[in-house]
């Protein structure tokens, strides 16, 4: 059984990066049937797609975040990364981990979600 | 970016009660939609893909509608585990979006 779980600060400043790290157990990240996703869901808001890693390195991110979005994967370990630089408050969401399925571009795998609350 | 909205915004219903839920897309995204299952606290949960397809392990009360810009979310006889948010996807293109969701409360 897939799992993914993300892990990471619950407190990052202003200004400063958000950095989280998703650990898959269950399952290869270097599979080519798949892309690695991250998604976050501010309170009371709807989901936000982030970004997406693919096995060999193909990255995909959010026009919105582009500009502040890095996502890497370390195949070694069977994890990938996210790090978002320059947090205001609005980045304080829960953010997931999730399994993207190739062509039908759906999440069928998440991470139990990490609150990243962005505060001085 | 393609605005996903839904309607309604919540929902109160029985258990046995037959109950839709609608998606509607800003431009057309085909049979690009998916939808999840949210309870408070959890990750969305995988409940149709394609528009139209039943994830595995997901009960057949749960149907989904719908091509183009205007797709629906049945749930044919309500149960006490069906009480949650449900929200829609397009994936026919980045940035994927989502609905605002529906908040399904029993009455």
């Known amino acids: 059984q897939l799992q993914l779980q993300e892990s990471g600060p619950g407190l990052v400043k202003p200004s400063e990066t958000l950095s989280l790290t998703c650990i898959v157990s269950g399952g290869s990240i270097s599979s080519s049937t798949y892309y690695w996703a991250w998604l976050r869901q501010p309170p009371g808001k709807e989901l936000e797609w982030v970004g997406s890693?693919?096995?060999?390195?193909?990255?995909y991110y959010n026009p919105s975040l582009k500009s502040r979005v890095t996502i890497s994967a370390d195949t070694s370990r069977n994890q990938f990364s996210l790090r978002l630089s320059s947090v205001p408050a609005a980045d304080t969401a829960v953010y997931f981990c999730?399994?993207?399925?190739?062509?039908?571009?759906?999440?069928?795998?998440w991470g139990q979600g990490t609150l990243v609350t962005v505060s001085s | 970016d393609i605005q996903m909205t839904q309607s309604p915004s919540s929902l109160s219903a029985s258990v046995g009660d037959r109950v839709t839920i609608t998606c509607r897309a800003s431009?057309?995204?085909?049979?690009?939609l998916i939808w999840y299952q949210q309870k408070p606290g959890k990750a969305p949960k995988l409940l149709i893909y394609?528009?139209?397809s039943l994830q595995s392990g997901v009960p057949s009360r749960f149907s989904g509608s719908g091509s183009g810009t205007d797709f629906t979310l049945t749930i044919s006889s309500l149960q006490p585990e069906d009480f949650a948010t449900y929200c829609c996807q397009q994936s026919y293109n980045t940035p994927y979006t989502f609905g605002q969701g529906t908040k399904l409360e029993i009455k």
């Open positions: 394609a528009a139209s």
């Open positions: 890693i693919y096995y060999n390195g193909n990255t």
């Open positions: 431009q057309s995204i085909s049979n690009y």
């Open positions: 999730a399994r993207l399925i190739s062509g039908g571009w759906f999440f069928d795998y």
